[in-house]
Nanobody, 125 residues
């Protein structure tokens, strides 16, 4: 099994920045594709960004492209989400997720088998 522990959520003003971290344990981190999803109140969980297991290839939702950056440090078993130019529409609970590198449905919630606890991010004045 894999445990994902997130940190970095909180309150930020519009236009500000925030960095989320997700530390993994239990399995070899480099074996897994990692991703971030988010869920706003009353909405379905949506894809944000993903990064591949070894080659560090990234893919982003159109809503965050150019503002968010996903990265990973396999030596630290940690994946990050750097969020810049935040706006109120980014307010949501953010979930770190992991799946096997063979997964092809990169943006699908159902494709990911391990999940973090989902700390909230609130963007407000």
């Amino acid at each position: 099994q894999v445990q994902l522990v997130e940190s970095g959520g909180g309150l930020v003003q519009p236009g500000g920045s925030l960095r989320l971290s997700c530390a993994a344990s239990g399995r070899t981190f480099s074996d897994f594709r990692m991703a971030w999803f988010r869920q706003a109140p009353g909405k379905e969980r949506e894809f944000v960004a993903t990064i591949s297991a070894n080659t560090y290839r990234t893919y982003y939702a159109n809503s965050v492209k150019g503002r968010f950056t996903i990265s990973r440090d396999n030596a630290k078993n940690t994946v990050y989400l750097q969020m810049d130019s935040l706006n109120p529409n980014d307010t949501a609970v953010y979930y770190c997720a992991a799946t096997f590198s063979s997964t092809t449905a990169l943006t699908s919630t159902a494709a990911y088998i391990y999940w973090g606890q989902g700390p909230p991010v609130t963007v407000s004045s």
